[in-house]
């Protein structure tokens, strides 16, 4: 929705690369807890 709000009308770009950075950040966390998970199970079974 918002790509089409910045093809209607530039103005909205910084809202669209605000939302992508939001997303990057999220999923970057996101990734980060997984493999943190996948280290600690790892540890725990060699345990």
Do not use: G, Q, T
């Amino acid at each position: 929705m918002a790509a089409a709000l910045v093809v209607a009308d530039p103005v909205y770009l910084p809202v669209f690369e605000r939302i992508e950075h939001e997303l990057a950040a999220y999923e970057a966390k996101d990734d980060a807890i997984s493999r943190a998970r996948a280290i600690a199970a790892r540890h725990k079974a060699a345990a």
